[in-house]
């Protein structure tokens, strides 16, 4: 089955830096891969995902790349301001329109942007 | 978000009780998941169903059952609770890719 590994478990950055989480997955059927964020105490929400049929994705300050190939993508957040500080998630999954699937989380990485 | 809610919102129980966390959605969703978190190990899927009759054992269903009582209904049992089953536990629904996250079961067994 899907394995997703991600890294690094804690990243403390300076307000106005950027910040990059790193994700791997082994299943080459993968086609779907969301980012989800946890604030403390609060649900997973998604707030950025990225399909296998293109390289890259942005919205606003958060941008996210993927690389089929390695098997790799990752979570870039610009310009960090405080209410970037949380959990974020990412996730691999096999998705299409007509058959159901299950996703795979990361293990997590505790972003902390320090003022 | 309302519209998935999870009871209780928060349990101590002992060693050896049964207990059964509930979720219930109004979002019309045939998807529902129940997942696991505790620290460092980010969110582990113990079981999952597509529609009423489909159930299916994610990565971490030992010691876990569940019954998909009703489209907007997924319960999640500890048939006999252990130390190590104590986390954070989350329901969640999709229709497409997108999960919707209930507000979480925080459980304790002593």
């Known amino acids: 089955g899907e394995n997703v590994e991600q890294h690094p478990s804690t990243l403390s950055v300076q307000e106005g830096d950027s910040a990059v989480i790193k994700c791997t997955y082994s299943?080459?059927?993968?086609?779907?891969f969301p980012w989800y964020k946890q604030e403390l105490g609060k649900r997973p929400q998604l707030i950025i995902d990225?399909?296998?049929?293109?390289g890259e994705k942005k919205d606003q300050r958060i941008a996210v790349t993927l690389n089929k190939t390695a098997k790799h993508f990752s979570l870039h957040i610009t310009e960090t301001q405080p209410e970037d500080s949380a959990v974020y998630f990412c996730?691999?999954?096999?998705?299409?329109?007509?058959?159901?699937?299950?996703?795979?989380f990361g293990s997590g990485t505790r972003l902390s942007i320090r003022p | 978000d309302a519209d998935v809610t999870q009871t209780p919102r928060n349990r101590i129980t002992k060693t050896g009780k049964r207990i059964m966390l509930e979720c219930s959605q109004t979002?019309?969703?045939?998807?529902m998941y129940w997942y696991r978190q505790d620290p460092g190990l980010g969110l582990q899927l113990i079981y999952y169903?597509?529609?009423?009759?489909?159930?299916n054992k994610g990565e971490i269903s030992d010691g876990y059952s569940v019954s998909r009582q009703a489209q907007a209904k997924f319960s999640l049992s500890l048939e006999s609770a252990i130390p190590n089953q104590t986390a954070l536990y989350f329901c969640?629904?999709?229709?497409?890719?997108?999960?919707?996250f209930g507000p979480g079961t925080r459980l304790t067994v002593t």
């Open positions: 990225i399909r296998s049929n293109v």
């Open positions: 996730a691999a999954s096999e998705s299409g329109d007509s058959s159901a699937s299950k996703i795979i």
């Open positions: 979002k019309g969703h045939d998807r």
């Open positions: 969640a629904t999709s229709e497409g890719d997108e999960q919707y």
């Open positions: 169903s597509f529609d009423v009759k489909d159930i």
């Open positions: 299943d080459s059927a993968s086609n779907y």
